[in-house]
């Protein structure tokens, strides 16, 4: 990191809460009025300029645009805007089988991008990848190779972000992992270790569908299933690191046992492995996922059950989260989605019928997330720390 | 209302978020430094000074206490503490079969209380109950009668609170009853209609075990199985006015048909009358509440199953809560926690096997909840809406 750079991450990361509210509100809002940035977020126009003053001397923020948001020249309202560039991000999600990477601008606008396959679980061979990973995607930033400041990295599990300690991540394999302090050994930048859902939750709020929605969850299909909350202006993070974990909610029959060793979650019926193992059984022999997949779209009665009981049983998972915390909004995310309409209709049904009174307004959207979505949440969790 | 008290809670009212952070940290802290309240909003000590300027003038705060909160005379630290009468508020709590009330003053410390029966659930009869216990709990308040500035009301159910409607309550058999507005038709005061475990929520919250942790969650048990959270610094009202139906969470076997028509859920195994119904199905006569308790207590092996099912299955629903939000901390109350030994077994050992990874580490604390704790919710909620 170089001086100025420094002077950047350091002034975000000592700013007083209102300072900190004007910057995010300008950085998921940009370009935007003064005037606005004060209605959004209750202070006054006087305060908003004194937060705005240091930005824009840091090259965070650029006041010199002379036109209003709107388009219209000559208007009073002076706009703000966010410097894109003045701090880029590398997000790296850490998947069973392979990396993936990003290069983010402050916006977490994808500026390059990488992928690598994982011949080893082994934390120190995974640190090694990630390093190298890092290094491949600065290559093609040129000048602003200088600005990259933070690095977030998302693993799925039960991970501590205060620590950067993956404490439990079952497809890893990892108890007790710490990423965050191997890392720095290697790599000059501010290291974020985030749980993957919590990572995309973060960049749905700042960047994606969550933007101005009060609360919002989302609920990612695929080889696990898992869940994200944002409420009450923030995401939710678990007093002790844990939140979100819909996969091991006891939804269904006890006798269906998870890979976690428990009985009757979710996972146990609805993760892809659930529903391979379902369709293997029924053929009497190992099926792939495509072939499942391609069974299930052929209208075998065996496949078509293990997708329609998994998107049942979804179904249960997301009309538990909305009656336990009534959000706006139900994101429906993840790999799975590539193939909702095996999921769908069992998903909706069960949903409808067991969601409870008005909290069943919420409106539910499918989005499929590919897997740079994932890393683009693991630099939006960066971001998020230089800057909270 | 006389123009002293018109004053106080325009002022509460209109005050800017700083002032309202600072007049919540006093109120829920008081006696309390200056300097704490700069370090608990996160404001200046100029901010805060500012902000509690106008409400000692208001007369809500005194600053001329002369010792510090320690109780060492003569430190610099010039203690506020807030003026418990400076508002009176009314709390009520609307049973099915009763009404429960309080008169508390601001920092909901009851002052006067009041039961009657309902004998009719005909909204127009329980408005009408309602203002005569209103005028019942002011008679002991003598000069304090002219400080009744609002009244809560906390009713089960899927309750709109800002607009005062019952939207949907099962026990009441009430569906879209316009609460608020009919009681405005014969009191002078602010009225909030809340739910009742939301109200209960926000009594823990600002002045309860709650006060001082980051995040928790109340689990009730007894007639119904509710629950309310706070996250995040608020407590979650559900983005359409419904959270914390964790009663039906879709928990059990589908064959079980609960109260409210949908399969399986929590309240249809856990729910008091769930369980007379399955002692006195095990019975073959109608077996009363007590009746049940007291086979159970004498170990009755149907009595002791219900109640140890209906544990077994409360301890699923919290172990879903705490797996999908991560609280600091979970308080079972509600008035089935007298009976708590004949659950605790059983609730235990399931919430053991289902609780997933370091979101185990959230504390359980039981809590008996009074019926006047709960109408002291409702007058929580109230001094709340004065506030924010």
Redesign the interface.
Known sequence: MNDELRTRTALLGSS??AATRVFTTILTRSPISRIDVARLT?LSQAAVTKAVTPLVAAGLVDDSLGVTPTGLPGRPANPVAVVPDAVIALGIKVNVDELIGVATDLTTRIIASDRVPLASHDPVAVVDAIVGMCARLQEPLGDLRSSVACIGVSVS??V?TATGVV??SAIMGWHGVELAAALREHLDAAIVVDNDVRALTIGEHWFGVGLG???FGIVTIGRGIG?G?H????V???????????G????TSPDRICA?G??GCVEAVAATSAIVAAVSAAHGRPVAVEEAVALAHAGDPAAVEAFGEAGAVIG?AI???V???????VIIGGEGVVEFGLFEERLRASYA??V???????RIVVRPHTFEDWARGAAASAIRSLVL
Chains 1, 2 share one sequence.
């Open positions: 007083s809460e209750g599990g039960d501590d404490r439990d929605t009060s609360s869940s909350l409420l009450n202006g923030e939710v993070e678990g007093a002790y690191g844990v939140a979100g974990e819909i091991h909610l006891p939804l976690c428990r009985r249960l009309a538990s989260l009656n336990m915390v009534g959000p706006e909004l019928e067991h409870f009174g008005s909290a069943g307004d919420c």
